[in-house]
């Protein structure tokens, strides 16, 4: 919770500098000084509410068109119980910079005033702003009125659907059945090398770390949503990149990339198998007259290590 708390903080911090300085470059010539900015920020940063809604109101004021003076005196006056005028600056707010963090808190204030009406509409637009953590949204509770609602329930799931697009995407699944802890024996049963295969970056990525006693590689593999492709780009400590483009074939990933070998194109197909006891095999070959005849590169079985 500590690590997800972080990452909303820093993500808010983030929006709102980028809220402030998309506005500054575009601000006309304003009566706020620096130094007017610098106090109305240590108020805020202190949480001393009071002051910081006076500072900041008075901004807004001057600035009508800052989303960031606005979002901040929103907040600073929810802090203060004042939900009708902080409703009013975070409206303000999310109609010049319409974005999932000014969502939920505007969504917030109409739900501490009793509009929960307001509350849903504003977290429904959320959804296509890339949507709110279901576990914000569970954690907060200015939605304690209306978490056992089966609408609520049914935003979180749209949530984590905005928030998480490649967990419920079946095409994002296709290649899960490597993911693992594996040992990899060569044709002849030698175990040759590991690899830990890891399911990263909101569910969207598959990790390769592979380790051998004379190198390792790593490569990241993602489904393609433009191409409707899958993409490895394979690296290692021998300063090798190869990017790879595949797709799911009869059950069975295959990948292939081109190469450039003495000034000759040669092709590198991965063929990886899920096979009935639960291992994968990993089938390499190359081709050096534009995919007419194959040889064999490697073969690898995959074995899940035991615990």
Known sequence: ???????????????????????????????????????ANKFYQAQDWQNAANAYENIAKTEPQNPNAHYRA???????????????????????????????????????????????????KSLAMGGISPDSLTADKDFD?????????DLLVKEDVAV??????????????WIGEWDAKNAQGVTVG?????LILGNCVIFENWSTPVMTGKSFNIYN??????????????????????????????YVAENMTNGKK???????????????????????????TWTTSFDLTYSRKKS
């Open 74 to 124: 929103g907040n600073a006056l929810l802090n203060l119980n004042k939900s009708a005028e902080a409703v009013a600056h975070l409206q303000q707010a999310f109609s010049i910079s319409p974005n999932a963090i000014f969502a939920q808190y505007l969504a917030k204030a109409y739900a501490r005033a009793g509009n929960k009406d307001k509350a849903y509409e504003t977290l429904d």
């Open 194 to 198: 590991s690899s830990s295969i890891q």
């Open 1 to 39: 919770m500590k690590n997800f708390s972080s990452r909303f903080i820093l993500s808010l911090l983030l929006l709102s500098f980028s809220a402030f300085a998309a506005y500054a470059q575009t601000a006309p010539a304003s009566a706020i000084t620096p130094e007017m900015r610098a106090e």
């Open 225 to 254: 949503t433009n191409d409707k492709k899958w993409h490895q780009t394979w690296v290692d400590d021998k300063s090798t990149f190869t990017h790879y483009i595949g797709e799911l074939k009869e059950g069975k990933m295959v």
């Open 164 to 177: 998480n697009p490649c967990k419920a995407a079946p095409e994002f699944r296709q290649f899960d059945f």
């Open 145 to 153: 009125a209306i978490k056992n609602e089966s609408r609520f329930k």
């Open 266 to 292: 040669i092709l590198a197909r991965m063929t990886f198998s899920k096979l009935a006891n639960g291992d994968v095999r990993q089938f390499g070959e190359n081709s050096a007259d534009d995919g007419k």
